[in-house]
């Protein structure tokens, strides 16, 4: 067939689009009551023809809003320049007379003609990819994609099926175990199939974590995913080479996304199904807060927590990979307990295993940074076998700790060792060491007031008294006070009905 012969057969089919465009937004322009069903199915990518698409926005605009839809308020509405070429005010009689009695119908036939199109393009792609850049891996992408737009996102009611209970039951079902990932030891750390988490304050080290991980699946010939919403592609690389990955190991397996504006289902839908034609074993998400900020949705709220979840967590685990989220804790370690920033949801969103992670020593060039992974949840039961009771500073099992050996710019080690107990461990010592230089700072304040009430009230007072003059717990003023007397900076002496009173001590000659 030539080129002249096949011309006929594109017009056609544009007459074809033609006329569905003018029915379905005909028939929304007379009968607005219409619009919001018809909405359901069409969106405004799929309107062509420039009439069609004005009037349609011109539409969406002003029926929710409850404003006028008759032609000469839209006539009014719509800019000059764009109603003079559409062809004048004559435009909405026109429209007005494609209107139909079956206008969904119409809807559909548009939709499925949109989506014909557009799987031809796709395919078109494809082939360019493979026939021009050798691109087979994208090509593969390319065309899995086709499914979502053929069937769209999968059906739902499988996961309402009765499950067999069988291999419960007969001892036959094997425990999930963490194999992606790998302690200095070979014990794994994260999940296949569940979403996983890292928590910590910044720069305690959760990216390294992940790295590392990233590291570890790479040289075992595995594909793994980076979804970036903190950094960048030059920082993650930079510390993936820093800590030995070899650059065509990266370039063939690691995949490093950085979103930057807000997705649609059908992007979401497109990186999972990516993830599951690479097999890939390790999706790692950077900032969660931040994706969800991304995303639209509140931090806070935990029904938006649990939205998230199921956009992209759990469609991201259902491939198949382990699913790491890197999440920022609060400051205050009195308040902060297992959770991260926003609702308890998050942890609650975790089916895996989330490690909190806890700086000990810090990272920079040319020095030796430490920080400890534990335990805060092990929802199938097999890391915290791997680990060491918390201790004394801290009662989260301990995992491992997170080594990273700086050698100057150009290469660091990176390890992470299983947990040894040591009476002199560092982490439980320095936690002691500022517990009790807190608890010294406190008492010399609380000393300070007590002087400073005593001077100002200029009679002895009663340890009541003094307690009644200084905000604060109790209980530290009277240490105070008793380290005072003891001290002899503050003397006591008897008043009337025997009570003890306190004044400050004068100070001798000598």
Partial sequence: MTEHDSAPQWGARDEERISLERAVVGTALLNPQQFADLAEIINPGMLRHAPARLVWDLLAERIPAGMPTDPVALQLAMPEQDLNRIGGPAVFGMLGNNNVADARWHAEQLQQVHVREQLAAQLRGALVRIEQEKDIDGALAVVSDLETHVSGPGNASEDWEEVDLGPVLDGTRKPLLPTVGARDDGAGLFYPGRVNGIQGESEAGKSWVALVSCLVEINRGNHVYYLDFEDSEEGVVDRLLLIGAVPDA??????????????????????????????????????????????????????????????????LADTGAAVVTLDHVVKSTESRGRYALGGVHKLNAVNGVQYMLEAVHPFGVNTEGRSRLRVAKDRPAQVRKNALPGGRSNPMHWFADLVIKSEGTEFAEAHIYPPIQRDDDPAERSAEEEQAAKTEAELTERADAVLTALAKSGEPLSKTSIEGLIPGRTSVTRRALARLVAEGRVVVTTGPRNAALHSIAEKSDG
């Fill in 250 to 315: 990266i370039r063939a397996r690691f995949h490093y996304i950085r979103p930057g504006s807000s997705p649609n289902p059908n992007v979401l839908r497109t990186v999972v199904r990516r993830v599951e034609v690479h097999q890939a074993t390790l999706v790692v998400l950077d900032g969660v807060t931040e994706a969800m900020t991304l995303i639209g949705l509140e931090l806070k709220e935990n029904s938006e927590i649990a939205t998230f979840g199921r956009m992209l967590l759990r469609p």
